[in-house]
């Protein structure tokens, strides 16, 4: 098989292959941007494999980088980009099921794509456009199958994440599981334990916002690799993501896994997903999804709940009401929105500085708790925020409140 045509990227990235080849090697475009070429999908990475070892691809170009030169790849500059190039080879028994105790570097492309995962990643793509298919890729894209190269107990075995990056590769693609491969995974979904939950997280959460997401969803749960992953261990909980309507998808990262949290049981996102590792500001946003969401079953937005917890965690919440065909009221949200004066309370008319100056409150709790109930007044429509009506404001208050000048 050949292809016509090539994607601009590949094209630019032609004068690397050519200028290898030229100099005595083989060079081939690698990996998932074949795939995703084939499969007329947008590509995003243009990775090079080479028979040249590191020492004579540095020699071949001026300008390169050691990126990780001991596993053969040398990161090259030339023709207006950064591409990584690496040389072909074999690896040795795997550490821990995720990394392998050594690297053979080796001439032969064949000895190369055999350590790849899936056969639909294991396509190299000539300069003239020819594409090589060792292992059977073609055939399973046009079925739209999911099939290891080789021995999937070997593949597995060498690295588990390969397991869940099956589950993501059925989620974007909407490929099915092929049975050997499938009882494999199953086999060796107890491997996971071993491998770190940061890994794991990007593809659970690639799985996730993917367009077919139930369908590898739903192969997380055939496959009971649901135990080994933090916080998973309801299988009944889980299985209800999968009585949303069949061509749902979610929004956004932090919509998935809020709901999913709130599937799990968690009211605060941060109890879950300290557990696998994410940043401060993603568990934030997703308690924010999860107390909105709580508010929500409890009856309408308020405006102080647009304002603390922000349009898009209710919005986000509102989505998750439709899906489920309960009453949404996303024009409540909208009318909140256009109401609210201010986003935080920088955007206050005036400061607490300014109010101690004007009536010669010393500096202390009290002016703090002022403060955030002209705050509160603002938020909720009682107050308008001017300086003059913060002031008559305060006016009013102070009398209520005990103040030391």
Request: aromatic share 10%; hydrophobic share 40%; proline share 3%.
């Amino acid at each position: 098989m050949r292809v016509e045509k090539m994607p601009a990227e590949f094209v630019k990235a032609l004068p690397i292959l050519q200028k290898i080849r030229n100099s005595g090697y083989e060079a081939y475009f690698v990996g998932g941007s074949v795939r995703d070429v084939l499969l007329n999908r947008q590509i995003h990475d243009v990775d090079i494999a080479t028979s040249a070892y590191p020492a004579e691809t540095k020699q071949i170009f001026e300008h390169t980088i050691d990126i990780g030169i001991e596993h053969g790849t040398v990161l090259v500059l030339e023709a207006g980009g950064e591409y990584e190039v690496t040389t072909f080879r074999t690896e040795d028994v795997y550490v821990d099921y995720r990394r392998p105790s050594h690297v053979n570097f080796v001439r032969k492309l064949s000895e190369d794509l055999l350590r790849r995962d899936f056969t639909i990643n294991a396509f190299a793509l000539a300069d003239d456009g020819e594409v090589i298919d060792l292992y059977g890729g073609l055939a399973d894209l046009e079925a739209r199958i999911l099939r290891a190269v080789g021995n999937p107990t070997e593949r597995f075995n060498e690295d588990a994440l390969r397991i869940m990056r099956g589950l993501r590769f059925a989620a974007v693609l909407n490929f099915d599981l092929e049975s050997t491969t499938f009882a494999s995974m199953k086999e060796h979904a107890h491997l996971l334990s071993k491998i770190s939950i940061e890994r794991i997280f990007i593809e659970l959460d690639k799985l996730l916002i993917a367009d077919f997401w139930q369908k590898g969803f739903r192969e997380l749960l055939a496959i009971e690799a649901y135990p080994y992953l933090p916080g998973f261990s309801d299988r009944t909980a889980l299985g209800t993501l999968l009585t949303l309507s069949s061509d749902f998808k979610f929004t956004t990262a932090v919509q998935a896994w809020g709901y999913l949290a709130h599937q799990l049981g968690y009211s605060d996102g941060k109890f879950l997903l300290k557990k696998w590792k994410v940043s401060r500001e993603f568990s934030t946003a997703v308690s924010k999804f999860l107390t909105a969401y709580d508010k929500r079953l409890k009856g309408d937005f308020s405006p102080e709940d647009l304002y603390n917890l922000g349009k898009s965690s209710l919005t986000l919440v509102e989505e998750m009401f439709a899906a489920q065909n309960l009453e949404t009221n996303f024009e409540q949200i909208s009318a909140l929105d256009a109401q609210l004066q201010i986003r935080n309370k920088k955007e206050i008319a005036v400061s607490a500085g300014q109010i101690m100056t004007e009536f010669g409150i010393q500096p202390g709790p009290q002016i703090g708790q002022l403060f955030h109930q002209i705050e509160l007044e603002i938020v909720k429509g009682h107050l308008q925020n001017t300086p003059q009506h913060i002031f008559d404001y305060v006016k009013k208050t102070l009398g209520e409140l005990k103040f030391h000048k």
